[in-house]
């Protein structure tokens, strides 16, 4: 028998505090579609760098038709014919079609050391037959649709099956997550068409696709290969079950703690709009509530998060903070309203590593600290003190670098930097991303404990596990549109697999 | 912020580096308005010549035409070698330094009052390269020692003054070599020789920018460094090699300098970084790298050099002008810039 054209054997990847694979085996034979699933944070992604030599594996081996290869370069991926085709990023837009389809490759076209641009475009039309696109190969990226620099990624992964001896593996990451219907069709139109000259790793968040598509699929769950299944012997609720796998744990999220919300309405939006990222958002917001939001990525609730925050503002619909309408044109504005972000990126938006965690805890209510124009030091310093205590934080003092702290004690500051400017709505973006499972029970504890004192709450989960243990209640946004709404009482939380159905 | 520092995460998904692509997209496709501001050196270019015509006749005669050539020849040739440098993203502030020292250089070697050398045109090919070893070295330190281009090129710039300032004492030599001062004053078809070797630049730089893998990388690597990497560009060569040639560009604008002048001193290249940096940026180059070309910068010079003669033309005070130039700078960004979309400006 023939040796799978692509194989992993045992392949591991640590990075501190996370395994972002572990122990996974994975195999493509010859003109095989596979189909790769799982969870945002599965290690889907960490897969592919690792098979894109983006990422080196701590342990285990890769093989190309039978060989141990080292890939220590997105080119030798290449060149032992692994293309990846990413979401959207590996598109210059500054340059033009032709150019983006053979960068880095510019060697076949060079004469006297001079690139021959007639004879590159010549060679890109040739690509951009294979995906039926028609444009022309000078045209600038930059001038294209969305759907049509996709293609033109594809375009470039395909531009290997001429230049290379050997079999190809094409890498497909969320090919379809951002295109329309009409070009999905015709994205499968030439994945099958591929077969015969490729094998395909096809990932997606969308499962019925992945069935389609598909001759076997691997289910992916905290860095493992959890599952694999012949498509035609699964079906999109099997998909589920095996992606979500495990039993919520009760303890874990603090299901006890969770009481009733008043009937005090801090917050609500009324048809909330804002054009390519999210439509007709309605919801009230109680005190003492915590409303999780579930999607994938590009279900527009990480532009609804901000929204409400003031980073940018809603195109149309009404947002009411307390009673009156309001319209946030900058972050200080809607945190003068007593809203508040934690952001998903700690580090860069966050927090300022540099400052102290009295300077980084005082950051969003700063004229409080000052007397005369000049930073009352004392007060801050006790301020810092007296959250530091109340918050749990491990630092050896307030005059401590955030940055040199551990990720959850980074995360607590955060947290403490928005109750002292005295915010009654915080909205928490990924709030466990990075940190530990000590230091996120401990989050979730600060959690309980803010709406026991009757702030209100919008999650934003790492894990679909974390929206449903932690929320009272639980929109799913699709495509920009709440497309459900789910009860979650403690002892009544809805299934994850619920959830699912209506986020993809 | 540095993409590698996110990536290296493992955890994070890859929508924040889309949707900053997407930024960028935007900004470059963003309409109307972009399709005027890809114009808009050119125009202005146009608006000044007609405006200064109107206040002094003698503006538009080929007299004062070659003129305006001659005093764009050593600009130009110094822009090519900056314009490369912001494409890819950085800056480059050593400049006056390298064109100071490299004027010197020429300077003692042809024959002149100081030193016994006389060496004639052959001095000129060892001064460029002498050009291309401070680019090296700004390359070099730049990428190896991971330093910023801007402080980087800024202590080489210091450097390369001080080393001119050590080597003659403060002194000027005088240049007696008319072969060699040919290169700025012989006037073959009646345009100063400085313009023939000034187009001759723009000209290679084009082909360098259009026909050649370093062309195309360094606006892979101006757009987006990390998709650059990714695609198998040797990132620290080009960056490397790229200083060089402007080193070598800077080395011939000293070179230029000396012959112009028929000496060298220190402070031959003074108010050249200035010039130099206003001219690319005013062609439309942006200083985040990406986006611009050398012919953007010939625009740029132009604009540079038509201004500071027209206010010559229209008698405006020496001193003025220096802070008219200074005031178009800002005026000239403010126009070329699409800062609608930009969240942050440092």
């Not at chain 1, 290690?43 to 983006?54: E, P, R, T, Y």
């Not at chain 1, 001896?165 to 090919?175: A, F, N, S």
């Not at chain 1, 005190?287 to 929204?307: F, H, K, P, T």
């Not at chain 1, 009544?492 to 986020?503: E, F, N, S, T, Y």
Request: glycine letters at 10%.
């Amino acid at each position: 028998m023939m040796p799978p054209v692509l194989e992993l054997r045992g392949v591991s990847k640590s990075f501190p505090g996370v395994k972002a694979l572990d122990d996974v085996s994975f195999a493509i034979n010859k003109s095989e579609v596979v189909g790769l699933i799982g969870e945002n944070g599965a290690g889907k992604s960490s897969l592919l760098k690792v098979l894109n030599g983006i990422y080196q594996p701590d342990r285990g081996e890769i093989l190309v038709n039978g060989q141990a290869i080292r890939i220590v370069s997105p080119r030798l991926a290449f060149d032992s014919g692994i293309a990846m085709v990413f979401q959207e990023q590996s598109i210059l837009p500054t340059l033009t079609v032709a150019e983006n389809i053979f960068l880095g490759r510019e060697e076949e076209f060079l004469r006297y050391g001079l690139i021959s641009k007639a004879r590159m475009n010549e060679a890109a039309a040739v690509e951009l037959k294979k995906v039926r696109l028609a444009c022309h190969p000078g045209t600038r990226c930059a001038d294209l649709s969305f759907a049509d620099r996709q293609m033109v990624e594809i375009a470039k992964a395909l531009s290997l099956d001429s230049r290379i001896k050997g079999d190809v593996t094409i890498l497909l990451d969320e090919p379809t997550s951002v295109v329309e219907r009409k070009e999905v069709d015709l994205l499968f139109e030439i994945v099958r068409d591929l077969k015969q000259r490729a094998s395909i790793v096809f990932i997606s968040h969308r499962l019925e696709e992945v069935l389609d598509i598909s001759d076997r699929v691997y289910v992916m769950r905290d860095g493992k290969v959890v599952k694999e299944l012949g498509s035609g012997e699964a079906t999109v609720k099997d998909l589920h079950q095996h992606m979500v796998g495990r039993q919520l744990h009760h303890e874990y999220y603090r299901e006890a703690r969770q009481a009733a919300p008043s009937s005090q309405v801090v917050l609500s939006c009324n048809g909330l709009c804002k054009e390519g990222a999210f439509s007709n958002i309605s919801f009230p917001l109680h005190a003492g509530e915590i409303i999780g939001i579930a999607g994938v990525i590009g279900s527009g609730r990480e532009d609804l998060a901000r929204c409400l925050a003031g980073h940018s503002p809603a195109d149309r619909g009404t947002l009411t903070v307390d009673g009156s309408v309001v319209r946030f044109g900058a972050p200080h504005e809607a945190a003068r309203k007593g809203i508040g972000l934690v952001p998903s990126e700690r580090k860069t938006e966050g927090q300022v590593s540099a400052f102290t965690v009295a300077e980084n805890m005082t950051l969003a209510a700063l004229p409080k600290y000052v007397a005369s124009g000049i930073l009352r030091f004392a007060a801050e310093h006790a301020t810092a003190q007296e959250w530091i205590g109340r918050l749990k934080i491990k630092t050896p003092s307030t005059a401590t670098m955030v940055g040199s702290l551990s990720g959850g004690n980074q995360q607590k500051v955060v947290l403490a930097k928005w109750r002292v400017a005295g915010v009654r709505v915080l909205i928490l973006d990924h709030p466990t991303r990075g940190i530990d499972v000590g230091a996120k029970e401990d989050v979730y504890e600060l959690v309980r404990d803010m709406t026991a004192e009757g702030m209100a709450v919008i999650l934003l989960g790492d894990t679909l596990e974390e929206v449903i243990g932690l929320s009272n209640r639980i929109l799913v946004m699709r495509d920009g549109e709440v497309t459900a709404t789910f009860e979650a009482p403690p002892g009544g939380k809805p299934a994850q697999v619920d959830l699912i159905r209506h986020m993809v | 912020m540095d993409p590698g520092l996110r990536r290296d995460d493992g955890l994070m998904g890859d929508h924040d580096l889309i949707g900053r692509n997407r930024l960028k997209t935007a900004a470059l496709n963003g309409g109307a308005l972009a399709q005027w501001r890809k114009w808009a050196p050119l125009a202005v270019l146009l608006a000044l010549c007609i405006l200064i015509s109107l206040f002094n006749g003698n503006f538009l005669t080929i007299g004062n035409f070659i003129r305006l050539l001659n005093s764009a020849a050593i600009p130009l040739v110094l822009c090519m070698g900056a314009t490369f440098i912001i494409l890819m993203g950085s800056i480059d502030l050593s400049v006056e330094g390298i064109v100071a020292l490299t004027a010197v250089m020429v300077s003692l070697l042809v024959t002149n009052d100081i030193s016994p050398y006389a060496i004639g045109l052959f001095a000129v090919p060892l001064a460029v390269i002498a050009g291309g070893v401070m680019g090296l070295l700004n390359g070099l330190l730049h990428v190896k020692l991971k330093t910023p281009s801007f402080m980087t090129t800024l202590g080489v710039g210091f450097a390369g003054v001080g080393i001119a300032m050590a080597v003659l004492g403060g002194d000027t030599v005088r240049i007696s070599d008319q072969t060699f001062r040919f290169l700025s004053l012989g006037r073959p078809l009646g345009i100063p020789m400085a313009v023939w070797i000034a187009i001759a630049s723009v000209a290679i730089a084009f082909i360098i920018q259009e026909r050649t893998r370093l062309g195309r990388w360094l606006y892979a690597i101006g757009t987006d460094e990390m998709t650059a990497r990714h695609a198998g560009i040797p990132i620290e060569r080009t960056r490397i090699l790229i200083f060089t040639v402007a080193g070598l560009f800077y080395g011939l604008g000293g070179v230029l300098s000396a012959a112009q002048f028929g000496q060298g001193h220190a402070l031959i290249s003074q108010g050249r970084l200035f010039t130099t940096i206003t001219a690319v940026v005013v062609g439309g180059t942006a200083l985040s790298g990406g986006v611009g070309s050398v012919l953007n910068s010939v625009i740029g010079v132009m604009i540079v050099v038509v201004l500071a003669n027209g206010l010559v033309l229209m008698g405006v005070e020496p001193y003025v002008q220096q802070g008219v130039q200074g005031l178009l700078i800002i005026a000239a960004v403010a126009l070329a810039l699409d800062r609608s979309r930009l969240e942050v400006v440092k």
